[in-house]
């Protein structure tokens, strides 16, 4: 089993829907990152947490630290959201640098 | 500021031949990373470098090679390429303390035939 697990693979919603991302994990962590990698593209950051609740324009990412599970939210979704969504986990303790990389969820939002 | 700049974005190899991915980054970050992408797989690690002089093997660091020229620039290495090789390159570089962004680059698609 993977230490990181998304879901789902893969979403094709319509325009406007709302989005939800999941990401859910096994291991201790100090920090989640959600990233954005358009098609041959580079990878962005768009989010770091380490609890809580984060927001950024249409983007909207939750964390669950007791249930080892983050959420990353797409209201209004826009074709330009096309791209994969990948959940990493900064481990705790002394192997501060080692980030664990979920396989990606593959967005498509069509018109 | 160009964030982490990484060349080339392509290159296609002959088996047994080498070459050496660039990456530099101009935003004053300490550590600096190297991943693979391949279909199906998280990102994996390569190998890293926590700081200016000092380099350390990821995941997956067999028929690799890195240099941390300086602050700025980390630079990765395949002596004698295989196909199982082929893959997409990205490097990455964050500020300490670790609970930062991390930045990557466009990424290098590599193939080795």
């Known amino acids: 089993k993977n230490e990181v697990e998304q879901s789902p693979q893969n979403l094709t919603a319509q325009e406007g829907e709302f989005i939800t991302i999941n990401c859910s994990y096994s291991?201790?962590?100090?920090?989640l990152h959600w990233l954005q990698q358009h098609p041959g593209g580079g990878i962005v950051s768009l989010f770091m947490?380490?609890?809580g609740k984060k927001k950024h324009g249409r983007l909207i990412a939750t964390i669950n630290i007791q249930e080892k599970h983050s959420s990353l939210h797409i209201t209004a979704s826009h074709p330009r959201d096309s791209a994969v969504y990948i959940c990493a986990v900064r481990l705790s303790g002394g192997a501060t640098n080692k980030l664990i990389f979920g396989t990606g969820t593959l967005l498509a939002v069509q018109p | 500021n160009a964030g982490v700049t990484q060349t080339p974005k392509f290159q296609v190899l002959k088996t047994g031949q080498s070459m050496t991915l660039q990456c530099a980054q101009d935003?004053?970050?300490?550590?600096m990373y190297w991943y693979r992408q391949d279909p199906g797989m998280g990102l994996r690690l390569i190998y890293y470098s926590a700081s200016e002089g000092t380099t350390d093997k990821g995941e997956v660091p067999n028929g690799y090679n890195v240099s941390r020229l300086n602050k700025r620039e980390f630079s990765l290495r395949l002596e004698s390429a295989a196909p199982s090789q082929t893959s997409v390159y990205f490097c990455?570089?964050?500020?300490?303390?670790?609970?930062?962004?991390?930045?990557f680059g466009n990424g290098t698609r590599l193939t080795v035939t």
């Open positions: 291991v201790g962590i100090s920090a």
């Open positions: 990455a570089s964050e500020i300490l303390p670790y609970n930062s962004p991390l930045h």
């Open positions: 935003m004053n970050h300490n550590s």
């Open positions: 947490l380490s609890s």
